[in-house]
């Protein structure tokens, strides 16, 4: 059964910063990972979706990388700004038999950016 | 964004009384989701559909059918609602099974007394 775990669960960083969010998945047979966002009493937003087959997906200051070899997805975000501040999470979608899909979600990292 | 609209988007109900909720598309995407976000426990699924009168359940389908009758509207019902069921439910949409962007609505918040 795949597992999505996202570390920490929650990052404080002040304005300007450059970071890293971490995604890592037990099981590295996946069709693609998706990162989304999510602000307090919305949906979520979906910021980068990276197939199998790519290493990398870019959107603005936003920049996700995926290695399914070692089950690992980073999402990088340069320029930290306070309107960043939101939950962020990963989910990965696997076959999970009889010709279904399962997309599982990890439980998010809450970003605070301090003006 | 794709084009979901979720309604009721608040409800407060009472345990044992039916409760629907309607999830709507104008996108014609194929696959379409119920999921549940409670906390501590994340986003789970409900039940998909992979095309009119196609569906299937997910990992916390007890309690709760659905339906679709066209391929814009995802309905899902709990028919005796229990507090349990207290949660913010997502419809969510994609146009493939296994690599399709999933889009999300923008949730119903149910509180069952």
């Known amino acids: 059964k795949q597992e999505v775990t996202q570390i920490p669960a929650a990052l404080s960083v002040p304005e300007g910063e450059n970071l890293v969010l971490n995604c890592s998945f037990t099981d590295s047979a996946i069709y693609n990972l998706q990162w989304f966002r999510q602000d307090p009493g919305k949906g979520l937003t979906s910021l980068l979706l990276?197939?199998?087959?790519?290493r990398e997906q870019t959107s603005g200051r936003l920049n996700a990388s995926l290695d399914k070899s070692s089950g690992r997805s980073t999402l990088y975000i340069a320029a930290s700004q306070p309107g960043d501040s939101a939950t962020y999470l990963c989910?990965?979608?696997?076959?999970?038999?009889?010709?279904?899909?399962?997309?599982?979600f990890g439980k998010g990292t809450k970003l605070s950016v301090i003006p | 964004d794709a084009g979901i609209t979720q309604s009721p988007r608040h409800k407060v109900t009472e345990t044992g009384t039916p409760v629907t909720l309607r999830c709507h598309q104008t996108?014609?995407?194929?696959?379409m989701y119920w999921y549940r976000q409670d906390p501590g426990h994340g986003l789970r699924l409900i039940h998909y559909s992979y095309g009119v009168k196609d569906t299937d359940k997910g990992e916390v389908s007890d309690g709760y059918s659905v339906s679709r009758s066209k391929t814009e509207d995802f309905l899902l019902t709990l028919e005796s609602a229990t507090s349990s069921q207290t949660s913010v439910y997502f419809c969510?949409?994609?146009?493939?099974?296994?690599?399709?962007?999933?889009?999300f609505g923008e949730g119903s918040r149910l509180t069952v007394l």
């Open positions: 990276i197939q199998s087959s790519q």
């Open positions: 969510a949409l994609s146009d493939r099974a296994d690599t399709g962007e999933l889009f």
């Open positions: 989910a990965v979608r696997s076959n999970s038999g009889a010709g279904s899909y399962q997309l599982t």
């Open positions: 996108e014609n995407h194929r696959y």
